[in-house]
């Protein structure tokens, strides 16, 4: 059964973002002839064209337009390497408005285009908003993961505080499965301090029979603390029967030993000196 009000509502929202060819002053910031010119592009996939009339209009403009017109961006689009470039290159602070009407679905949009759109608004809202987002299970990974990172790009804690709670994180079986297969966790590590107590700390709570390639990979990353913090192991823990102790001697040690940009530097306070 066609429900009426749904469609109904489409249509008023169509309608609502052509008026928005208006700035609320009134005064046309793109015309009639132009604005078909762009709809038959991007539908086209006539991208030639397309950056054309960028040319002609500006590109600030044209970010705008597209911002209140998101529905008129065919999803093939996000495919286009240039495409993307020019809306990530230029889409920032000034267009918050216009990106949480999107999220919010107050603007109309392709789940193609929001989900793009998505990124770059989160990478925007307040890093404080941010923390109860990554902590609220009922959002959506993908977001989750946006902002626990930009939560640990500006945060002060201390990289003690900041491992248990990505540990934390990963608990939720939904983030992990997203962000298992990507390299987020080697990624964040970057921004920790205390790197020699992060390192330890992983040894200590994740090595065991059932530790997984995230978090080996992960440990591995750390790579001067990581070796360190092997280093400090085994000496203390020379069994060769201990699983831990055989796991960093077969796997850690030549994965940071065949890494040449950092090797010499690892190997160097254990090289004699004439």
Same mark, same amino acid.
């Given at each position: ?36 010119s762009l709809k038959k592009t991007l539908y086209k996939e ?87 987002? !990554?902590?609220?299970?009922?959002? +959506?990974?993908?977001? $989750?993961? #946006?902002?626990? =990172?930009?939560?640990?790009?500006? &945060? ?27 390299p987020y966790l080697n990624n964040i590590l970057e921004k ?47 069994? !060769?029967?201990?699983?831990?102790? +055989?796991?960093?001697? $077969?796997? #850690?040690?030549? =994965?940071?030993?065949?890494?040449? &940009? ?13």
């Amino acid at each position: 059964m066609i429900d009426k009000e749904k469609i109904n509502l489409t249509f008023n929202r169509i309608e609502k973002s052509l008026d928005l060819r208006f700035q609320k002053n009134g005064t046309l910031f793109i015309s009639k002839d132009d604005m078909e010119s762009l709809k038959k592009t991007l539908y086209k996939e006539e991208y030639q064209n397309f950056f054309a009339l960028k040319t002609k209009i500006g590109e600030a403009v044209l970010i705008q337009v597209l911002l209140k017109n998101s529905w008129l961006i065919n999803d093939r689009a996000f495919k286009n390497k240039d495409f993307k470039k020019m809306l990530l290159g230029n889409i920032g602070k000034e267009h918050f408005d216009f990106l949480e009407k999107i999220i919010e679905d107050k603007t109309f949009s392709t789940k193609v285009s929001k989900e793009f759109f998505e990124k770059i608004y989160y990478e925007l809202v307040d890093v404080k908003r941010c923390q109860k987002i !990554y902590q609220d299970n009922k959002i +959506k990974a993908s977001v $989750r993961a #946006i902002c626990f =990172k930009r939560f640990v790009m500006n &945060s002060s804690k201390e990289g003690s505080y900041l491992i248990r709670e990505t540990d934390s994180l990963f608990m939720d079986k939904e983030f992990y499965k997203y962000v298992k297969n990507k390299p987020y966790l080697n990624n964040i590590l970057e921004k920790f301090s205390e790197k020699d107590k992060v390192a330890e700390w992983i040894l200590t709570n994740k090595c065991d029979k059932n530790m997984d390639t995230v978090w080996s990979s992960a440990f591995a990353s750390l790579k001067n603390n990581a070796f360190n913090a092997t280093i400090n192991y085994i000496n203390l823990n020379m069994d !060769y029967d201990n699983f831990t102790t +055989k796991w960093l001697i $077969r796997k #850690i040690i030549p =994965k940071l030993l065949l890494q040449e &940009s950092y090797s010499q530097t690892i190997m160097y306070p254990f090289v004699k000196t004439t």
